[in-house]
């Protein structure tokens, strides 16, 4: 059979000898996904009715935008859409998009908030509606999450004492704050008395796998496999959202909760994240999401050694490394409101503490595992600061060049709030600290007049719905550890987690979805070029989420190209990316922040006590001379007035930590000379009598003396076990 290309409308007119090349593409190296390569058909009559006409300078209306069209060869037939390049009255050339290729090219200019979501709409108003969503904010089935989230942060200082005016939505106090009612709010720098109307501040969070069906959805696809909807923890994935009035009129549009990016945006944080691919079998109209580790891992789909019809060709690839970044944005008034780490990179960070970190509370370099905070303690006054967050990109700095993946999705701190109810329950709250949207509202004061704000957006924000078990309430975070560095759960009865939002660490999204993609980049991903003898099921499908066997190796399929009409003659041109990491490498070395656990301390010590007993020595023994010759014997001394400058001046630490050779070797350092003075005073033990008993009798005298002493003792430290 000849090669046909037809529309809706009919089938073209093709040349005798035209032919077109296809070019799959795999979406793990090639965004634009599979396409042909342009082609002419001639501008025959039936060609331009087809395209209405499109080679006319009187047309009224615009080409069809991707429209779609099905090619076929014998068995091979594909649908995809048509993009006009250009036309003529010789001929209309054009392209064909296939697979993921149809969907990137218009998810570029695509919000997020336009697609098709769910409107729920219940005749009983607002109550109903916020019923219906505390019913189903811990079904699994249920297509959104609920806990409280911080939208703005304020600290007002009055009389040395600190208020902070915390605004939360999805508010626990005594109950879900969901009726009209009034709250104290910051408005210009001030507090404020604000009435909120029924409704207000109840604003349920997406989850991340009813947004991906919805996308898809939108476009016609149905997805058949999603990690978003089988992963225990990742089901409870939201997208965050500060929609504070989407309840008010009784109607919950899930486009309201949705953020302000586009499609693609939102698809490049989740493979930034997580290594998700998409993809799409335009014929089936199906979606299959996979994890690059996932397709990494898996089982060959085939073995394609047979089918070489010529002798492979290895292109060397210099080697590469991983650079995973996301936007923190988020920025409060003091430190532990801010998101923005210390430093470019953990290691850069770590790099002056010797890489020596500590969980424990006297520790120099300090990690606080459900904060993601490190605190840094002053060896000598025992201060701590709040020195970094944990939200560093993924960069080992390695000398070699990077393969940069970034996202606008935001990294969010937490805080420990505590909501009053039969009993007080202290949850971690996200800061999205980016303000509120209105949408359908007008809030208003006794004190000023507020006019509705529609200024503020809302950046896109991923966060984890978890499970407190010792308060049953569900709240949110990024970091999957609680305060004693345990895994949180999923829900009520539910698994324990072990995935964080970070880039680094244990629980961190490159250990969990990247290294082995970042291995392969090191130490492979060469490129193994040959022409293959390939079906036409093989070319109308091509299969790029799976490993391929060549010669007994593993191998991802990067590119194939091929021409139709198909011949024996003409096989598929091939490219194929290796996996095998080639030696030498050490992986452990090369993706690893070598964290060393803090194993001692420095202590302070003094000789004070060897400095005043040598200085007042000489009085000492001159005072008890004196009482001796009288009869009586010196009771004790007494130090009074005494002044120091020990809390003063403190002098940093020469180290951050000791070494092991410094505990081993007893090492100390010298810290500074300290001021000391006193007046010394005595006290004389009198004989009296004796009692009738024959007990002796003694009294003590009030205090004598008052010599003045102003001396200097050394202050140092040494190693000591933690």
């Known amino acids: 059979m000849a090669l046909r290309i037809s529309n809706a409308s009919g089938t073209f007119d093709l040349s005798k000898d035209f032919s077109t090349e296809i070019e799959d593409s795999s979406p793990i190296y090639n965004e634009r996904g599979s396409q042909s390569i342009a082609a002419t058909i001639p501008g025959t009559k039936n060609n331009f009715r087809l395209n209405g006409h499109i080679q006319r ?38 392209n064909v998009g296939f697979g993921e290729s149809e969907l990137y090219s218009i998810w570029n200019a695509v919000s997020l908030q336009s697609i098709k979501l769910p409107v729920y709409q219940p005749e009983g108003g607002v109550p109903e509606l916020i019923s219906y969503i505390f019913e189903n904010r811990l079904n699994d089935d249920s297509p959104f999450c609920l806990f409280p989230v ?66 898809f959805s ?34 919950l549009k899930c486009a309201d909760l949705m953020p302000d990016c586009t499609i693609n945006e939102f698809m490049q944080a989740l493979w930034c994240r997580f290594g998700l691919l998409y993809f799409v079998d ?15 891992k898996s089982n060959p789909s085939s073995d394609w050694t047979l089918l070489k019809a010529s002798t492979p060709t290895t292109d060397f690839e210099a080697p590469q490394q991983l650079k995973l970044s996301a936007s923190t944005n988020v920025r409060g008034q003091i430190p532990e409101w801010t998101a923005a780490p210390a430093s470019e990179s953990l290691d850069k960070f770590l790099k002056p503490y010797h890489y020596i970190v500590s969980t424990q509370a006297q520790g120099y370099l300090r990690y606080d595992k459900a904060y993601g905070f490190y605190y840094k303690t002053d060896n000598v006054s ?54 509120k949207v209105h949408r359908y509202t007008t809030i208003s004061s006794s004190d000023i007049e507020l006019s509705e704000n529609v200024d503020y957006q809302t950046p ?62 090191r130490h492979a991903n060469h490129i193994i070029t040959a022409d293959m003898h390939l079906s036409a099921q093989q070319c109308m499908n091509p299969d790029f989420s799976s490993p391929i066997l060549l010669d007994g190796q593993r191998m991802l399929p990067d590119t194939i190209r091929y021409s139709l009409p198909k011949t024996s003659s003409f096989p598929a041109n091939v490219k194929l990316r290796t996996t095998k990491l080639l030696k030498p490498f050490n992986l ?35 005072w008890r001379e004196e009482a001796n010759r009288e009869g009586n014997s010196l009771y004790d001394l007494q130090y009074q007035n005494v002044s120091t400058d020990a809390a003063d001046l403190i002098v940093k630490v020469p180290l951050s930590v000791p070494t092991e050779e410094d505990y081993d070797n007893k090492r100390e350092y010298f810290i500074r000379k300290v001021n000391y003075s006193f007046d010394l005073y005595y006290r004389i033990k009198v004989f009296v009598g004796s009692s009738p008993s024959g007990q002796i009798i003694y009294d003590i005298s009030e205090p004598k003396g008052g010599v003045h002493y102003d001396l200097q003792y050394d202050l140092s430290v040494r190693a000591e076990l933690l």
């Open 588 to 622: 452990e070395e090369e993706q690893t922040v070598p964290v060393t656990e803090q194993k001692y301390q420095w202590a302070t010590f003094d000789n004070k006590n060897s400095v005043v007993e040598a200085a007042v020595k000489a009085q000492k023994d001159a």
């Open 218 to 251: 939108t476009y016609g696809y149905t997805v058949v496999e999603n990690p978003f909807a089988s992963h225990h923890q990742l089901q409870q994935l939201v997208v965050l959202n500060n929609a504070a009035d989407c309840c008010v009129k009784g109607v």
């Open 282 to 296: 335009g014929n089936t109209r199906t979606v299959r999401l996979k994890f690059i580790r996932d397709i990494l």
């Open 57 to 94: 300078t009187d047309i009224d209306s615009a080409p069809v935008a991707d429209e779609r069209v099905t090619v076929a060869d014998g068995v091979y037939h594909r649908i995809g859409k048509m993009n006009i390049v250009n036309t003529s009255e010789e001929g209309i050339t054009f």
């Open 150 to 215: 911080a939208l703005t942060c304020n600290r007002k200082t009055e009389n040395n004492t600190d208020t902070d005016y915390i605004e939360i939505i999805n508010n626990i106090q005594n109950g879900y704050l969901w009726k009209a009612r009034t709250e104290t709010l910051i408005i210009n720098g001030e507090p404020v008395e604000v009435s909120l109307p029924e409704g207000y501040g109840i604003v349920p969070f997406m989850k991340v796998r009813n947004i991906l069906e919805a996308i």
């Open 460 to 521: 896109l924000a991923f966060c984890f719905s978890f499970f407190n078990k010792e308060y049953s309430l569900p709240y949110g975070s990024q970091i999957c550890l609680d305060a004693s560095g345990k895994p949180v759960l999923n829900k009520p009865n539910g698994q324990s987690c072990d995935i964080s939002l970070l880039f680094v660490g244990k629980n961190g999204l490159f250990n969990h979805f990247w290294k082995e993609y970042d291995a392969i980049l």
């Open 382 to 435: 025992g201060r701590s600061e709040l020195v970094s967050t944990d939200f560093f990109p993924w960069d080992r700095g390695a000398d070699m060049a990077y393969k940069e993946i970034s996202s606008i999705d935001e990294f969010l701190p937490v805080y420990l709030e505590r909501f009053k109810g039969n009993l007080y329950s202290y949850l971690y709250v996200p800061l999205y600290l980016f303000g």
